[in-house]
């Protein structure tokens, strides 16, 4: 059975590869992900590549083979769908929810996991917005872009949040800032690198680029 570790590092190298449309995952984007040294990541890659979980190449980066892909995507199921057990069973706040998973993934039965994704209802995102694979390992894939790239006066609508901190997760609730909300673009300030929102019938707020660019959005 593989480790916890080699779970983690495929479903990291998969989330990431999702969003790049499954091109090669750079080595420096796997060790932030993970919060590990690049030579850390580097040597845990390589028997990685040795077991036939991936190939790597130098200066590139990783690709996910298919039973490497397989198991990252039956761990990024698990992971989303006990966040939203997490969440909508037993009522703990989205920021929490990410370290919780994250230790139970590892856990979970197969029996399980189709008894949990049951009695959810089979919900088709986490509670951040992230689209749960399927149990046959098909994930719905977002059309989305981020805040930063709309333009003043601009409405759309929230679909996910693109980052798992806790203190930028409860920002983020408390200016109600969740997938599924509207969001109207009152002014985009460029030399301070801030923008001016409102969710419908709350009051608005700024926030800077950097935190704009990880809202996911669509019209």
């Known amino acids: 059975m593989p480790s ?17 449309d499954n091109r ?15 030579g850390t990541a580097t040597s845990m890659v390589k028997n990685l590549e040795k077991e ?4 790597y190449k130098s200066r590139k980066g990783v690709k996910l083979t298919a039973s490497g892909r397989k198991l990252g ?11 939203t057990f997490l969440v909508e069973t037993l009522g703990l706040d989205w920021s ?32 951040h917005g992230h689209p749960i694979p399927t149990k046959g ?10 805040l930063l790239d709309c333009k003043e006066g601009m409405s759309v609508t929230i679909d996910s949040i693109d980052d798992q901190e806790k203190n930028f997760l409860k920002f983020a ?13 009152l002014s985009r300030e460029e030399v301070a690198n801030a ?25």
Not at 24 to 38: D, F, H, K, N, R
Not at 73 to 83: A, D, S
Not at 104 to 114: G, P, T
Not at 173 to 185: A, E, F, M, T, W
Request: glycine content about 8%.
């Open 173 to 185: 609730r408390s200016r109600h800032v969740v997938p599924g909300n509207r969001i109207r673009i």
């Open 52 to 55: 036939g979980w991936l190939t």
């Open 4 to 20: 916890s570790t080699v779970e983690n590092y495929l479903k990291q190298i998969l989330s990431i590869s999702l969003d790049r």
């Open 96 to 127: 929490e929810i990410h370290d919780e998973a994250e230790e139970l993934e590892h856990a979970i039965s197969e029996k399980v996991l189709e008894r949990l994704d049951e009695f959810l209802g089979r919900p088709r995102h986490d509670p």
């Open 73 to 83: 995507m039956n761990i990024l199921r698990r992971h989303r769908l006990l966040e």
């Open 195 to 219: 923008m001016e929102l409102r969710i419908d019938g709350k009051p608005s707020f700024s926030i800077g680029f950097e935190a704009a660019g990880k809202i996911l959005v669509s019209d």
């Open 24 to 38: 090669e995952v750079a080595m420096g984007l796997i060790s932030e992900a993970l919060g590990v040294t690049p």
């Open 137 to 146: 390992g098909i994930i719905q894939k977002h059309i989305s872009r981020s």
